[in-house]
């Protein structure tokens, strides 16, 4: 079976050198947590005085760029933009299909979203996502692995607190989570 949620990332347009004196590149940023994670080159370049930094497109007109040059670049940068959307949406779905419908996974923790089946959780992301639309990105995700050698060791409440101890040591607070503990490995991972 297919499903397609809808979840949005951070993504923003910037020059590589705002201060240079003939056209630059425009990198695509993909950004989480406010903070950016992947830079995309996007094949276009545009001189500086000719780039909207607000507005994150190139400016047109008398004292812009010739209007079909213009239009070019928006162009490209609405594909890229597309493009990175669409991807990123392909590997959220397909995360989350891993995530839970797996036989050998199960929630360990968990803060602000109904955590008893997939749906639940993605429409809590989206409902949060909905009322902080400045923030970006709606989904990260963080792979904890612990050694099989530990596994008597490691209760599911020492994992969940292991996974809470390491979003407040990366600055993860105040926010959705979920903390998922699989068991397809010999390892035992979330």
């Known amino acids: 079976m297919s499903?397609?949620?809808?979840?949005?990332?951070?993504?923003?347009?910037r020059l590589r050198e705002t201060g240079a004196t003939?056209?630059?590149?425009?990198?695509?940023?993909?950004?989480?947590?406010?903070?950016?994670?992947?830079?995309?080159?996007?094949?276009?370049?545009?001189?500086?005085a000719k780039w909207n930094p607000e507005k994150e497109r190139p400016i047109g007109g008398l004292k812009g760029l010739e209007s079909a040059e213009a239009n070019a670049i928006i162009e490209k940068l609405a594909t890229v933009k597309a493009t990175v959307e669409s991807e990123y949406r392909n590997y959220v779905n397909k995360y989350q299909s891993y995530l839970l419908e797996r036989l050998k996974s199960s929630v360990l923790d968990s803060a602000g979203v109904r955590d008893y089946n997939i749906k639940a959780i993605i429409a809590d992301l989206n409902a949060q996502r909905k009322m902080r639309p400045q923030l970006g990105n709606a989904v990260g995700h963080t792979v904890l692995s612990w050694s099989n050698e530990d596994r008597d060791k490691l209760t599911e409440q020492?994992?969940?607190?292991?996974?809470?101890?390491?979003?407040?040591?990366?600055?993860?607070?105040?926010?959705?989570?979920?903390?998922?503990?699989?068991?397809?490995?010999?390892?035992?991972?979330?």
Do not use: W
Not at 3 to 13: D, H, L, N, P, Q
Not at 26 to 45: S, W
Not at 162 to 180: D, F
């Open 158 to 190: 020492k994992m969940a607190e292991h996974a809470r101890e390491y979003m407040k040591k990366m600055g993860i607070k105040n926010t959705q989570y979920v903390t998922v503990l699989h068991k397809d490995k010999k390892h035992p991972h979330g």
């Open 22 to 48: 003939k056209p630059t590149p425009i990198t695509c940023f993909v950004e989480y947590n406010g903070k950016p994670v992947v830079k995309i080159p996007t094949g276009t370049k545009v001189h500086p």
């Open 3 to 13: 499903r397609t949620v809808k979840i949005e990332c951070g993504i923003s347009f």
